[in-house]
């Protein structure tokens, strides 16, 4: 199976709870809609434990794009001082800096800002939409549309004629009429089924607000099933 998450957020505990919620094993794979790091406690941890997941497969989010600017920024300033740009980037993370090393540096600056599969698109925060409601080409998206549209969240907004977008970035409790903190899919169709497909949906909202509302969930592809763990 195939399960997306987005928004983990430093939340290390909780992500190892949600694995074994789901019971991933070595069969199984796991695609993340980015903001592994921050506002929790375990951002480095969690980037060594994802990036040694065979089976696991990212894409930057804004807070990973944030840290990014700020790693080239230090390199314009200090080009040939190695040791002095680790040690700021470590600094980055006042809790568990310590451990972060080149290698995961090079792993967050080498992940994609979107992952496009046969019937669906994972962004973190959203899209543009042409002048017919379909989604442009995420190749054609700058990095800023791709981490931090603030229109794409919004449930009035609808795509039409287009695989099913999956995205964070804004806790859907934010928009959700009763201010839960669940899941959110937009079917094409509002029909009652007792099984979906993701082609069912032309968008999906990830992030259950773990930092805010303290719960993690993800998304099964093959059969559309939700799962959730709370702090």
Known sequence: MTYVVSDIHAEYGLFMRLLDEIKFSDGDALISCGDIIEKGRDSVRLLKFIKDMPNARCING????????YYWSLMRESPDNFGYVLKKLQDYFPDDGRLLDWET???VESLPFYIEERDF????????LDEKGRTIPP???????????????????VVK??????F?????????????????????EKILKDSYKITDFYKIHLDTGTWS???LGCLCIENCRVYYVKK
């Open 139 to 157: 190749e054609k998206a700058t990095r800023e549309q791709l981490v931090y549209d603030r229109n794409f969240k919004n449930p009035q907004l």
């Open 62 to 69: 804004n807070h990973e794009y944030m840290f990014l600017k």
């Open 213 to 215: 509302d303290g719960v």
């Open 168 to 188: 964070g970035h804004t806790p859907a409790s934010y928009v959700w009429p009763d201010g839960s903190a669940r899941i959110i899919a937009y079917p094409r």
């Open 105 to 107: 540096v090079d792993w």
């Open 121 to 128: 698109l994972c962004v973190h925060a959203g899209i543009p």
């Open 161 to 166: 004629d287009s695989k099913c977008v999956l």
